[in-house]
């Protein structure tokens, strides 16, 4: 599991004030307490995050159940190289939907592309991942 300084910019890439908002105001909120995400697109910015950070538990507790794997294993070296939220559509009171495209490079190999419309619900008070398509 890797750390963040708070001050640093947050991976998820999200801007405040046109500048690169600090992880310790962004998803650092999130990934670092028992707070849940306010909305779909703020847990899939968080839930990006945690995977450049290696944080299992955090992708394991933000995972809804009826998809949720038993566990995560993270590939070694690989260096997550952005996020772009292409969009984030509220379906109801209890669903909504993001679209993004994250970019990362292996250890070994070329960088790659991950395009997705992710799926969440609204459970128990909190946004949960549910599942996605490939685009």
């Known amino acids: 599991m890797k750390s963040l300084d ?7 890439g999200r801007l405040n004030s046109k500048k690169p ?13 028992d707070t849940p995400a ?3 697109e703020s847990l899939m ?9 290696e944080r299992a538990p955090y992708l ?16 070694p070296g690989v260096k997550w190289l952005g996020l772009e939220v292409r969009s984030h559509t509220v379906l109801d009171a209890t669903h909504a939907e993001v679209e993004f495209v ?4 292996p250890l070994a190999g070329p960088a790659v592309r ?7 619900v609204w459970e128990d008070g909190h946004w949960l991942y549910v599942d996605g398509d490939a685009l």
């Open 6 to 12: 708070p001050d640093n910019a947050c991976p998820c």
């Open 21 to 33: 908002a600090p992880y310790g105001q962004c998803c650092g909120r999130w990934l670092d307490s």
């Open 38 to 40: 306010p909305d779909a």
């Open 45 to 53: 910015r968080s839930r990006y995050c945690a995977f450049a950070l």
């Open 60 to 75: 394991l507790r933000t995972w809804h159940a009826s998809h949720r794997p038993s566990s995560i294993e993270f590939e």
């Open 102 to 105: 994250a970019r990362q490079k």
């Open 114 to 120: 991950l395009h997705e419309r992710s799926r969440f």
